[in-house]
């Protein structure tokens, strides 16, 4: 989370003032290359079925998908405003959402506030003055920040260390994840 926030020379130190000299700066970049080994799959084994359909053209089965949803997990009126919005949203936009016309054309999808995460993502982050980057430090860091920012990095360290645990000790039952657990 250091090397995210800062320069990995600001992840050292922070390292050595918590926990003394156990780690390198090379190690610091290979640690944050490490960390974010998982994280491809982690997504993906969380894509949401709604966010397929709207891609493949099919926002009516997404929102019905939505309501269902939250039909089932018996949500008041208050707790239901973001997949209300979200229903009429896609209801209401239907002829405007065609994104798998749109990737099939080879357009790309973008808007204002993505542009603007790619700002915070990678210009606050990669623009360190005097910073030098290799491509997989830069990648690593990159998505660490992703999905620090998208609120999800506490899953994804539980869901990494059941990986890194299988790949260290295969066959052994410790290294099981649930995803949601």
């Known amino acids: 989370m250091e090397a995210a926030r800062g320069s990995f020379e600001t992840a050292h130190a922070a390292v050595t003032g918590r926990c003394g000299p156990v ?32 891609l493949a053209g099919d926002s009516a089965r997404a929102a019905a998908e939505i309501t269902a949803e939250a039909d ?4 008041t009126q208050d707790q239901r405003v973001g997949a209300d919005a979200c229903v009429r949203y896609l209801a209401t936009k239907h002829e405007y959402l065609r ?23 990678i210009g606050d982050r990669l623009d360190i003055t005097g910073a030098r980057w290799g491509l997989q430090g830069a990648e690593a860091v990159l998505t660490l920040r992703a ?35």
């Open 147 to 181: 999905v620090i920012s998208n609120g999800d990095f506490d899953e994804y360290w539980r869901y990494h260390l059941a990986r890194e645990h299988q790949r260290l000790y295969p066959g052994t039952a410790q290294g099981q994840y649930t995803l949601g657990a």
């Open 23 to 54: 780690i390198g700066k090379r190690q610091v970049e290979q640690a944050v290359v490490s960390a974010a080994s998982d994280i491809a799959a982690f997504y993906a084994a969380r894509v949401a079925v709604k966010a397929l359909a709207v």
């Open 72 to 75: 089932a997990a018996g949500l």
């Open 99 to 121: 994104y798998d016309q749109a990737l099939a054309a080879g357009w790309p999808i973008a808007t204002g506030v993505i542009e603007g995460a790619c700002r915070h993502l």
